[in-house]
Each structure stands twice: as structure tokens, then as C-alpha cells.
């Protein structure tokens, strides 16, 4: 598990180094930015769309895939699960199609450009949701690597590539958009052949023995999946509904992006850790389960603090390197959003347990919850303090929420991710910061983030493997620097 983790922090890292040069440089010089934020809404509005358009089933597929023992029930199955999602996809085509006008007409009533474009949100959903159906099929075969490549690095390469060609004016800021929507399209039927590489199944159409409990579990996620989306991406919906001007967006996007890549640990290690966590689940292991837990709580939180201290103690001078002062407003939006990516992987795997065990329906009740909170905050915050309180109010909502999950899975499954590992971690983040927060550089920003990143770096990691943190840091360090 941890050396696909491992592969796949690998490819998180090179998938965020090349989006950070486009929405850092690329975005910012090259596209215009109403058009940036337009392709940020319709991205973020997309995702949000997603699991009810994929019908939950990437979830699906994770969760019963290896409940099923012989060839025959998994291929009809995965059939399934293919076409099950169509009962969503056609009605929402026919919907669309009558009431376009008005849809487009609501989306588009601060920001008029948003209306040409509507329908392209439809279309992007459709291709995110089947590449996640994809990936799933390539995740239960316990292979995710490829798939964690061409959805993390291959969408942003092209679109550094299309942002070039912008720049050099061989496509227009309204070719991009479409070129953009293309590539996702591109990157669907990639992950669809490499599924079939790995397994191809045979087409069985038949009515499945648990097909109301799959389903039910669907229902249950679909919701759950939209209303987590809802946390990460409403934020960017919601700014351009309630302020004028799109370049908002932008800025906003850039923070969060900043932010994000203290989330990485997290989403490299789930990639993986998901699919066992729910084969282990589905065989009654939960002492194996357990084990998984506290491990993935205290890598991600060490991983995730070295990546919070670096990020937050260079942002000021990461900003003067964009060069664009309006831009530099995200400061204290990226401490806000890197506190909550922390506080998110000092939960482990908490919601791949909740998720895939039989009180499933509760991760749907405290994810809606979650989604209307975020949206309400967000109403009142935005109002106040513009982006900035959009910022604050995913922090709150994170942090009431993962307590309450943390605390659920204590009381019903008699686990917890928290060890004396956690707190000399938080105390080791925190020592830090104080540190190198009061101790000013007045050399060149490029100085400033190199100095910091290589002090920073070794004080940390070298004080990690003193107080034996983590056995598989340890294990590492012994590995490929022969200690």
C-alpha cells in the first residue's frame, strides 16, 4: 500500500507542480481574467454536478466490488455500473435541453459571460463522472498509479500547452474554453482503455441479487459525494453569484490552489488505502482496519505539516513572485484553507471507514449537513468579508465536522486515529512556524522560498526521525540513506 502511496505522492507532486505554473503564471499573464474565472466555475460547478450524474457509482464500485467471488458477479456487475448511470444522464439531457434558457439565465444573472458556456458544465460533469467510473474499475484491481497520472498530470500538461498557445494567440480565450472541455473528454476515454487493459469484463446484463442495497448505498452517495463536492467547490460558485466581476474567482482560485497542496499526503494515500479499507470492511477485519486508521493519520499529518510550514511561511514572498498585487489578497486564504486541509488529514482514513461500513448512511446525513452549513456561512461571510470569509467558513465547517466524524466512528467501531504520535506532530508544526514565522529575509523572493524550504526541510524531517514518529518515515530514511 504505502509503495503506491508513495508512487503516487510522486505524481501528485509533479501534477501540482505543473498546475501551480499555470494557475500561478500561466492563468495569470496569459488568459484574461474574466476567462479564468469562467473556466474555474465551470470546472468547480461540474464537479459539483458530478456524483449525481455518475449515479454515485465510482463509490459503488469500491464499496461492493470485492463482495462479489466468482468472474460472472463481478462482470455483471461492472456492466452494471456502467449503464446504471443513464437513468440520470438521459433525464438530465432532456431537462437540459427544455430548460436551458432559464438555467443559463439564473447561472449567468451576475456575470453574463457565464452564459454562453452553460451547457459546457453539463458536458464536463459527464466526462469527470465516467473517468472516475474508470478509475474505480482500475482501483479495485489495487493498480492506481496510471490513473492517479492522467488525472492528475495529464490535464494540467495540456492545458500548460493550450495556455502557450493563447499566449502566442493561435487560440483564442474562447477556443481555450472548448480545447479545455475537449481534453477532459480525451482523458475519459484514456482511463475507459486502460480499465479494460487491466480487466476486461464481459457484458452481463442481469438484474444483480443485492441490486436495491447497491442501489440504496448509491442514493446514499450520490448525495454525499455532491454535498462534500459542495464543500470544496462552492465556494467558487458561489463568489460570482454574489459579487460582481469573475476576475474575483481568480484570485480566489489561486489561494485555494496555494492551499491545496497540503492535502496531497491525503489524496495519494486514499487512492489505495479506500479499496483496502473497504476489502478489509467487507472480510471483517478490523483490527487491520484499525491499523490503517492511525497509520494514515499521523504520515498524512507529517507530511501535510511539512507541506503547511512551507507553503505559509513563503506565500507572501510566493505572491511577490506572481507579480500581480491583486492576486496577493489570498494570503490569509491560504492559511485558512491549509489549516483545514490539516485538520482534514488528521483524520486518516476516517471517511473511507464510514463510507464502506454499515453506517454508511450517516457519512451521507453529516456531508449534507456539512454542504448546508458551508453554504450558509457562506452566504453571510462572503457578504462581510468577500473571499476572505468564504475561506473562513470552509475552515469552521471542517473542523466542527471532523470532530464529529472522529468522534462517530469512536462510539460505533471503537476506533480512533489519535496516538502521542499526533501531538509531538502538532507540537512539531506549531515550533516551527514560531520559529521561522519572526525570523525575516530580505534577499530575492526566489532567495527567500529557496533559503526557507532548505531549513525548513531538514530541521523538520531531521526532528521527525529523532522522536520516531512514524515507522514507515523510518523505514524510508533507512532504506535510501543506508542509517
Known sequence: MYKQSAINTLILFI?????????????????AEDYYGLITFLLSTATIFLPFLIFGMHNTVI???????????????LTTS???????????????????????????????????????????????????????WSKVQ?????????????????????????YLKILSNEQFIFAVVITYGVRMLIMFFYALYLYQPQLIIRKLANLKEIIHYSYYIILAGSAGFILLEIDKFMIPQIQEGLEKVAFYSVGIYIASV??????????????????????NKFEEVKD?????????????????????????DLYAIIGKPEYATG????????????????????????????????????????????????????????????????LIVVVVFVV??????????????????????LLEILFFYGIFYFIPLDFNPFVNIFIRVIFISLMYLSLSYYLKISSEYMDLVKKYFNL
Open 404 to 425: 464529529i466524524r472522529i468522534l462517530y466512528v469512536k462510539r460505533k467501531l471503537k476506533m480512533q486515529p489519535f496516538s502521542k504520535k499526533t501531538m509531538f506532530v
Open 262 to 283: 497540503v492535502g496531497i499526503p491525503a489524496r495519494a494515500m486514499q487512492q489505495i488505502a479506500t479499496p483496502i479499507t473497504a476489502k478489509a470492511i467487507n472480510n
Open 331 to 394: 494570503v490569509l486564504i491560504v492559511l485558512m484553507i491549509s489549516i483545514a486541509k490539516l485538520v482534514e488529514l488528521a483524520m486518516g482514513t476516517n471517511i473511507a471507514i464510514l463510507s464502506n461500513s454499515k453506517f454508511y448512511s450517516v457519512y451521507f446525513y453529516l456531508s449534507l449537513a456539512m454542504a448546508i452549513s458551508v453554504i450558509v456561512l457562506n452566504k453571510w461571510l462572503i457578504t462581510l468579508f468577500g473571499n476572505n470569509g468564504a475561506a473562513l467558513s470552509t
Open 292 to 316: 490503517i486508521y492511525k497509520s494514515s493519520s499521523v504520515n498524512q499529518l507529517l507530511a501535510g505539516g511539512l507541506l503547511f510550514l512551507l507553503i505559509n511561511l513563503n506565500v507572501v
Open 63 to 77: 464499496k461492493f466490488y470485492s463482495s462479489y467471488k466468482t468472474k460472472e458477479e463481478k462482470d455483471a456487475f
Open 82 to 136: 456502467l449503464f446504471l448511470p443513464l437513468l440520470v444522464v438521459l433525464p438530465s439531457t432532456i431537462i437540459g435541453v427544455f430548460f436551458y434558457e432559464q438555467i443559463s439565465n439564473w447561472l449567468s444573472s451576475t456575470n453574463p459571460l457565464i452564459k454562453n458556456y452553460t451547457y459546457l458544465i453539463f458536458l464536463v460533469a459527464l466526462f469527470m463522472g465516467y473517468f472516475e467510473l474508470f478509475y474505480a
Open 15 to 31: 501534477g501540482f507542480a505543473i498546475g501551480g505554473i499555470n494557475v500561478l503564471f500561466l492563468y495569470t499573464h496569459f488568459l
Open 142 to 166: 489495487l493498480q492506481s498509479v496510471f490513473g492517479n497520472f492522467i488525472k492528475e498530470v495529464f490535464a494540467r500538461l495540456v492545458t500548460s500547452i493550450l495556455l502557450v498557445l493563447v
